[in-house]
């Protein structure tokens, strides 16, 4: 009998994408997914690190299993929960001690050993005839390369995701990923374009490249020698039946000309950009070892609407780092009203355990944080506003991707990742649409099929 699994997923695209490789790597065990955790015979929560309030939500979490576990027990079931992501691999043997409902924590670079550690779980079972508890801690960064252990994906949608690069070594003195994540790496970029391939078969016809530091991308070629992002999609846009290409996240010190070129030429490659700048302070910018000032971002801005004049742009901000001052938070503002962007995230600064930025002096006062977050979150909430009216009475393509929640509706995606519903047959999901907008909702767009241009621009 199939076995029910439940993954709950915190945090970022990257953790997605993890999600639906666990699940296939599960697959064959006989493993089938549940949209819930209740009677489900192994729970995973691939959790964030990122800020506290992340992490802290996978111990309620824990909480809120336990009777569910002790209930399957009754009924003489098991549920093996286990943790992994990001959490697990800051905190795994915490976990363990603090949480015994926890059978396995595996990081994100460990988690293609999946299989043997159901095995090892099970053989346990089956000797001990007690339920699992028998704790499984697997939080290396192994030497083998992960992506050569995972099988091909099966699941896939309308936009699919792909990680191209993981880890980061930036090092900016607020952030956990270099610790969680690891070193930079870039997956071959042979194996990148099977798996693009392979997801366009699948029915994909978007894909968005994951990465923490997606453009330090610098994947090695079979032929020979190495190519950067830039180029990289210049070769995605090669694969037929490949409409659109994204990227995230991307640091501005790692933008070059390649990139900018390929925004330039390739018109699979969307015009709309998640460029992180966190602050517009340079002394701020200098504490979070960010490597680059507000001007060299300005700069960058310019040279891509230069190369793309209607590239759009969305970004993160993190307020009340220590040592803020309102005169840093003014320059903030000030890049932020200059620039003017179509989406934004901003989160108050959030000390992380590890991290340089944790242990400076400074630390600025939470009431401040509040003050500063709901400013800068009035005035990006105002642009992108702005942004998504300037629309209306547009013809944008819309990329299809499922049902809406209204009968005989459909949403996709315009070129600038903006949700837009309008009224379609179930039959244009994953074709491209021209749908003139006609009105705005607080996240999404919706519109009408645009005839004239429908037919000419389905592909
Ligand atoms: N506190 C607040 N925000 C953070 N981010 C990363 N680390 C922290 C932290 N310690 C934000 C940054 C990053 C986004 C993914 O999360 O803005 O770009
Ligand atoms: Fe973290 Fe991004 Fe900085 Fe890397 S570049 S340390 S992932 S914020």
Redesign the pocket.
């Known amino acids: 009998m199939a076995k029910r699994l439940f993954i709950k997923t915190y945090g970022c695209q990257m953790n997605v994408y993890d999600s639906g490789r666990m699940a296939d790597l599960l697959a064959p065990l006989g493993y089938r997914l549940a949209d819930a955790a209740d009677d489900a015979d192994m729970v995973i929560l691939n959790t964030c690190h990122i800020r506290e309030k992340a992490a802290e939500k996978v111990y309620s979490e824990l909480g809120r299993l336990k009777p569910l576990k002790a209930a399957r027990a009754r009924r003489g079931g098991e549920m093996v929960i286990a943790v992994a992501g990001c959490v697990a691999q800051a905190e795994g043997a915490e976990i363990m001690r603090r949480a015994p409902v926890v059978d396995m924590v595996f990081g994100p670079q460990s988690y293609h050993r999946l299989p043997e550690m159901v095995a090892r779980a099970t053989r346990a079972v089956a000797k001990t005839g007690a339920g699992p508890g028998r704790g499984i801690l697997d939080i290396d960064f192994p030497a083998e390369a992960k992506f050569d252990h995972l099988p091909a994906p099966t699941a896939t949608g309308v936009s699919a995701f792909l990680t191209v690069q993981e880890g980061?070594d930036?090092?900016?003195t607020f952030?956990v990923?270099?610790y969680t994540r690891g070193a930079e790496y870039s997956r071959p970029a042979d194996a990148v374009i099977a798996e693009a391939r392979r997801l366009v078969e699948g029915g994909a016809r978007e894909v968005m490249l994951l990465g923490?530091?997606v453009n330090a991308y610098h994947g090695s070629l079979a032929e020979g020698g190495e190519i950067g992002l830039g180029a990289l999609v210049r070769r995605l846009a090669e694969i037929p039946g490949l409409a659109r290409i994204r990227y995230t996240t991307s640091?501005p010190a790692d933008v070059d000309e390649e990139l900018i070129a390929a925004h330039r030429d390739v018109p699979q490659l969307m015009p709309f950009l998640h460029l992180p700048v966190q602050s517009g302070s340079d002394r701020v910018l200098a504490a979070m070892n960010r490597r680059h000032d507000a001007d060299a971002y300005r700069r960058l801005i310019e040279r891509l609407r230069a190369a793309r004049p209607d590239m759009a742009f969305s970004s993160d901000f993190i307020v009340g780092f220590p040592g803020e001052s309102d005169a840093d938070f003014a320059a903030t503002l000030r890049l932020v009203r200059e620039i003017g962007f179509a989406q934004a995230f901003s989160f108050k600064y959030s000390p992380r355990p590890g991290t340089p930025a944790a242990a400076l002096e400074g630390q600025i006062a939470d009431e401040v944080k509040s003050e500063r977050l709901s400013e800068l979150q009035a005035l990006l909430a105002a642009q992108q506003r702005a942004f998504n009216a300037a629309c209306v009475g547009r013809s944008l393509p819309v990329l299809f991707e499922r049902a809406g929640r209204h009968a005989g509706q459909l949403v996709g995606r315009s070129p600038y990742l903006q949700a837009v519903h309008a009224a379609a047959e179930a039959d244009a999901i994953g074709t491209i649409r021209a749908v003139r907008i006609t009105g705005i909702a607080s996240n999404s767009l919706s519109g009408a099929l645009d005839g004239a241009s429908a037919a000419a621009s389905a592909s």
Do not use: D, G, I, L
Request: aromatic share 10%; glycine share 0%.
């Open positions: 980061c930036k090092f900016c952030c990923v270099p923490q530091n640091h």
